[in-house]
Nanobody, 115 residues
Framework: QVQLVESGGGLVQPGGSLRLSCAASGVAFSLYHMIWYRQAPGKQRELVAGISSGGNTNYADSVKGRFTISRDNVKNTVYLQMNNVKPEDTAAYYC?????????WGQGTQVTVSS
């Protein structure tokens, strides 16, 4: 059974930092691509950052230069380092693990950026 467990969300002030984690189990993690998505109230889910099985990364324009995605294939975990956060980064963040037609989602972790 595949499980993805996100953690690290919370309340942070504008300009602050936060690191999200997504731990996977029940799957050959190193073979899969990983994506962080987010969804703000009343908005569609959007891609934030992705990392391939080979370590290639891509980012939404809105987070380039501020967020960094990385993975640890020993710990079966993907991270999203969020720096210089802004109020518009407030959303529920979800990790997605996929390979071909296989796709798995975590339960989400809330990030709120507010003073």
């Amino acid at each position: 059974q595949v499980q993805l467990v996100e953690s690290g969300g919370g309340l942070v002030q504008p300009g602050g930092s936060l690191r999200l984690s997504c731990a996977a189990s029940g799957v050959a993690f190193s073979l899969y691509h990983m994506i962080w998505y987010r969804q703000a109230p009343g908005k569609q889910r959007e891609l934030v950052a992705g990392i391939s099985s080979g370590g290639n990364t891509n980012y939404a324009d809105s987070v380039k230069g501020r967020f960094t995605i990385s993975r640890d294939n020993v710990k079966n975990t993907v991270y999203l380092q969020m720096n210089n956060v802004k109020p518009e980064d407030t959303a529920a963040y979800y990790c997605n693990l996929y390979l071909g037609v296989q796709s798995y989602w975590g339960q989400g972790t809330q990030v709120t950026v507010s003073s």
